[in-house]
């Protein structure tokens, strides 16, 4: 008797990039509202609550909103990319801003990139 | 001969115990900041033989807060910490940077009577990058310390007194903002908050004092001892330290410092140069002496003491 195999399905690294970029900004966002400052938690609510409602109600919102998020984390990453080159060639005395742009914030910067071109190149299959 | 002989062994017997009572009080106070300011402006080490170059990073802050913890329970009391985060200055910032972090030193010595109410001297040890920052303000905290050691022995305190160290103030008086905002959420009943930033400069050697925003009740304590010590004092309005935090949450405060708004202030303030072989110390006592009266005061009588008497 023959087996029939199924190849396995193949890894939906957009639906990965997304998740992780969610939930990384909504972190941002609790932290920043619970200091008094709710724009991240409004721009965080909206993509969410925009995806869950335009999953099953417009495809078009849904990829509409997939590609804002992408170029949101693109931009994100590419503007603090830009200030860390910027800031080796130009040191400032700002400890906080300087230590915003040390090794770890780097990385962020970087993940950031690569998420947001992760979730720009999503198409429909993927969902949260 | 014997009986001179016993008076001599008397004379040298009372000297005995009154010089290490008597005399050593009478020292301590510029031999404990002095010690104080070399050691958190790298001037030496304590026994965990750090040398603190400033008070900047997070580790070089965290080194100079358990120095400071050292002090406290030397003289009585129990350090707490205040960890705390802020918002950046500008909420558009918040979409790129992470919040400020940091944490202010506090601890309370309490009154003797029942008392709600609390006069809360604080002083920022942080220092600007780079920099040891010994006049800023390695001697505010030196001149708390000094202060303290007096209200210590005062046996009739009718008020709580909360010292503080404020982190961040280097970077927009983020630590006593934040220090502000705890004090309003725990509902503490402040009586007055006095802040003291570089009280190590007097160029011109007249010994002068800038009172900073002084709120009209605290005026005529400070101005009763200044007479009296013949100390010139003078009002400013202006100035970017830590009472500005406190003036915005609507506490009675005042600043003191050396004559900034005059400027004869430390001229080495904000760079590598702000070293201990720059602090007047004779200055700073003087004004340690002017503080320590008039908290004194404060706690051990009625506001209105000098608007009556």
């Not at chain 2, 329970?73 to 500008?90: G, M, T």
């Not at chain 2, 402040?190 to 007249?206: A, K, L």
């Not at chain 2, 602090?279 to 506001?303: H, P």
Request: hydrophobic fraction near 45%; aromatic fraction near 14%.
């Amino acid at each position: 008797m023959s087996q029939i195999s199924y190849p396995a399905p193949p890894i939906n690294w957009s639906a990965i990039g997304l998740w992780i970029s969610l939930l990384f900004w909504i972190k941002k966002a609790v932290t920043y509202a619970l200091l008094g400052r709710f724009w991240i938690l409004g721009l965080v609510m909206i993509i969410a609550l925009g995806l869950i409602y335009s999953q099953n109600h417009g495809q078009k919102l849904y990829r509409f909103l997939l590609k804002s998020w992408g170029i949101y984390l693109i931009a994100w990453g590419l503007a603090r990319t830009l200030l860390a080159v910027l800031m080796q060639f130009f040191p400032i005395s700002d400890l906080h801003v300087s230590q915003n742009f040390n090794w770890v914030g780097n990385l962020y910067s970087v993940a950031s990139l690569v998420l947001g071109f992760l979730v720009f190149r999503t198409d429909r299959r993927s969902t949260i | 001969m014997l009986r001179t002989l016993l008076i001599f062994l008397l004379l040298v017997f009372l000297l005995g115990i009154w010089y290490p009572i008597f005399g050593q009080q009478a020292q301590d106070l510029s031999f404990t900041q002095q010690d104080i300011v070399a050691y958190l402006s790298g001037e030496k080490t304590a026994n965990d033989r750090h040398l603190l170059k400033a008070r900047t990073t997070a580790a070089e802050r965290r080194i100079a807060r358990l120095y400071l913890q050292g002090w406290m329970e030397e003289l009585q009391v129990k350090a707490q910490e205040h960890d705390y985060l802020q918002p950046n200055l500008h909420p558009a910032m918040d979409f790129l940077l992470a919040p400020y972090r940091g944490t202010n030193l506090y601890g309370i010595l309490p009154a003797h009577t029942e008392s709600p109410e609390y006069v809360i001297l604080g002083a920022h040890y942080d220092s600007k990058l780079g920099c040891p920052g010994a006049v800023d303000n390695a001697t505010g905290i030196a001149l708390i310390f000094g202060v303290l050691q007096k209200l210590v022995r005062i046996e009739q305190r009718r008020k709580n007194v909360l010292i503080v160290f404020f982190d961040q103030e280097e970077e927009e008086l983020i630590g006593s903002t934040a220090f502000a905002q705890f004090l309003q959420r725990e509902e503490y009943d402040v009586h007055s908050v006095h802040t003291f930033d570089m009280v190590g400069w007097d160029g011109d050697g007249n010994g002068e004092v800038e009172l900073g925003a002084p709120s009209p009740f605290l005026l005529p304590f400070y101005e009763k001892q200044a007479e009296r010590l013949n100390i010139p004092v003078y009002i400013s309005r202006g100035g970017s330290t830590d009472y500005q935090s406190f003036l915005k949450a609507g506490y009675g405060v005042i600043g003191v410092n050396e004559a900034v708004s005059k400027g004869d202030f430390s001229p080495y303030k904000d760079t590598p140069e702000d070293t201990y072989d720059r602090v007047n110390f004779s200055y700073l006592k003087q004004v340690t002496n002017f503080v320590s009266a008039t908290i004194s005061d404060l706690i051990t009588k009625e506001d209105d003491y000098y608007e009556s008497n």
